[in-house]
């Protein structure tokens, strides 16, 4: 299993443009998150899903949005990039209450984006 | 959310045990107390949780207050490869609406030397 994968690793993006960074997982795991890490702090929530098709915000929220149209990958999109993105952001994903007990959540590797 | 109280940082030699404690005064009831750690350049891992009554696993121990007011976190025998931040976070229980989100604070920084 690969577990949680993120693409791409790395990005550097001008003001104003747009992205979308990719999770996928393949441990069919009902709930995804997307969190954001700025240095020297811990991870913040972005948004997140518990299931394919659904989506609801986290702490932070504003300048991004997301999708989840297949159950095993979680899209978050950048509509229009600010410095103040500029960041690491980590995918993951757990399962749910009717899966099981949530206790963990599996993080990918992260994606360190550069908003210039 | 309960909030939860670590040092900044803390140092340890390898090989020796290392106590990261925890406070977490105003934890509810029915909260878990969860650890997770961060390597350099890596995704958080979990770690450890309970509730209650301590717990071990393959990578540490925990120890949890008779009050629940505070844990530690015991690694056993430190090696290089734990130097990483560790975070202690309180969780909802499963049968809360909170879809398992995770409330990261700074954590605390662990430094093992040779």
């Known amino acids: 299993n690969a577990g949680v994968t993120q693409t791409p690793k790395f990005r550097v993006l001008k003001t104003g443009q747009s992205m979308t960074l990719l999770c996928a997982q393949d441990?069919?795991?009902?709930?995804m998150y997307w969190y954001r890490q700025d240095p020297g702090m811990g991870l913040r929530l972005i948004h997140y899903?518990?299931?394919?098709?659904?989506?609801a915000k986290g702490e932070v929220p504003d300048g991004y949005n997301v999708s989840r149209l297949k159950k095993q990958n979680f899209l978050l999109g950048l509509e229009s990039a600010a410095p103040s993105q500029t960041s690491v952001y980590f995918c993951?994903?757990?399962?749910?209450?009717?899966?099981?007990?949530?206790?963990?959540?599996?993080f990918g590797p992260g994606t360190r984006l550069t908003v210039t | 959310d309960a909030k939860t109280t670590q040092p900044n940082s803390m140092e340890s030699n390898e090989e020796e045990p290392v106590h990261l404690p925890c406070n977490h005064s105003?934890?509810?009831?029915?909260?878990?107390i969860h650890w997770y750690r961060q390597l350099p350049s890596q995704g958080p891992e979990y770690v450890i949780h309970?509730?209650?009554s301590n717990v071990n696993n393959r990578m540490a121990s925990l120890a949890i207050a008779e009050d629940r007011k505070s844990s530690t976190l015991i690694l056993h025998r430190a090696t290089l490869r734990d130097a990483a931040v560790y975070y202690c976070?309180?969780?909802?229980?499963?049968?809360?609406?909170?879809?398992?989100?995770?409330?990261f604070g700074q954590g605390t920084i662990l430094t093992v030397h040779p």
């Open positions: 993951a994903s757990s399962y749910s209450r009717t899966q099981g007990v949530i206790y963990e959540q599996y």
């Open positions: 899903s518990v299931g394919e098709g659904t989506t």
């Open positions: 309970g509730l209650t």
């Open positions: 441990m069919n795991h009902e709930y």
């Open positions: 976070i309180l969780r909802d229980p499963p049968f809360r609406t909170s879809y398992g989100k995770l409330t």
């Open positions: 105003t934890i509810s009831g029915t909260d878990y």
